[in-house]
């Protein structure tokens, strides 16, 4: 399972790249139904920042939405700052006097709080870049490349999967729907495999593993296993293509959704030594147009070209 990525988040790559356009429309839409509180979609930064140089009057509408959500976001932060440094006082009044469990884990929880809303400050305040802006999670928005009426267009979806026609419980009951597994294309996925094909630019990706797999050892009796999150890269740093299933999911009352899954095979060696069972799939540059024009009558052809994928030599480091 690929529960995170680093990907490419500004538009303006893809179009330079590819000679896509830009579904301009849709990412407005996305930014104002955010904005509005009509949708609550994770953005990452970078995509955000996509928009910093804004051209245009639509683009230069994003960035007034984009600005008005991180105000509205802020202004609410700050409130709960407030209610959190006073509950931590108040504990902490408490302490002084008597030591009670109740006022004990107040303290804890207050001082967590109040840690992390001053991360989510900083990150909306802060004006330079990191690398983890562009670092996208399941409910996350992504720029996805796909093929309309024979044009490459960029538009903005979500990274997590809910086929159009689904119940919007689907999330729910499905959640593992970021991923489209390989040996499950022509069953779960087969509304969308042959005829809606995407892709996404990925420079790393990230796993849970079991500490024990990814050390190659057997747990002693009675030891609990611990949880790591590690990070794949190419060792060449080439950028992967990854291969993705997208659809459009509407219903009345609700704003149109736009998401995708992104392929998954069995792991390479490296990857499965380091204590994982799956592995993204990157098509070669020369596969781009056949893949993101399947012909649903020769899937054939599309297993071809995902078996076809590039294969670099992933190394891997503890995630930060």
């Known amino acids: 399972m690929c529960y995170s990525a680093q990907i490419e988040a500004d538009y303006k790559k893809f179009v330079r790249m590819f000679g896509a356009t830009i579904d301009i429309r849709e990412f407005a839409r996305l930014y104002w139904e955010r904005a509005e509180g009509r949708l609550k979609a994770k953005i990452p930064k970078a995509m955000d920042e996509a928009f910093a140089g804004a051209q245009g009057d639509v683009e230069a509408g994003i960035r007034r939405n984009i600005e008005r959500y991180n105000s509205d976001q802020t202004k609410a932060l700050e409130e709960e700052l407030f209610r959190q440094r006073a509950r931590l006082v108040a504990a902490e009044r408490t302490l002084q006097t008597k030591t009670t469990r109740a006022a004990t884990e107040s303290r ?108 190659g050892r057997v747990l002693a009796d009675g030891e609990e296993d611990e949880n790591v999150i590690l990070k794949f890269t190419p060792r060449d740093g080439s950028r992967m293509l990854v291969a993705c299933l997208w659809s459009k999911w509407t219903a009345p009352g609700e704003p149109d959704l736009y998401s995708f899954a992104a392929i998954t095979d069995e792991p390479p060696s490296e990857v499965a030594e380091a204590g994982h069972d799956r592995c993204i799939v990157s098509i070669r540059p020369a596969n781009v147009v056949a893949w993101l024009n399947p012909d649903p009558n020769d899937l054939t052809a599309q297993y071809a070209i995902l078996d076809n994928k590039v294969r670099p030599y992933y190394e891997h480091r503890f995630a930060a």
């Open 108 to 215: 804890r929880i207050a001082g967590d709080k109040v840690e992390a809303i001053l991360r989510r400050l900083d990150d909306i305040r802060r004006t330079t870049s990191e690398a983890r802006d562009s670092r996208i999670f399941p409910g996350h928005y992504a720029p996805v490349l796909i093929q309309e009426a024979g044009q490459l267009v960029v538009r903005p979806m979500r990274y997590q999967c809910r086929i159009a026609g689904k119940p919007a419980n689907y999330d729910v009951r499905f959640p593992g729907t970021y991923n489209a597994r390989l040996d499950s294309l022509d069953r779960f996925w087969a509304p969308l495999f042959g005829y809606s094909h995407g892709l996404v630019m990925v420079d790393a990706f990230y796993e849970n593993v079991a500490r024990s797999k990814m050390e």
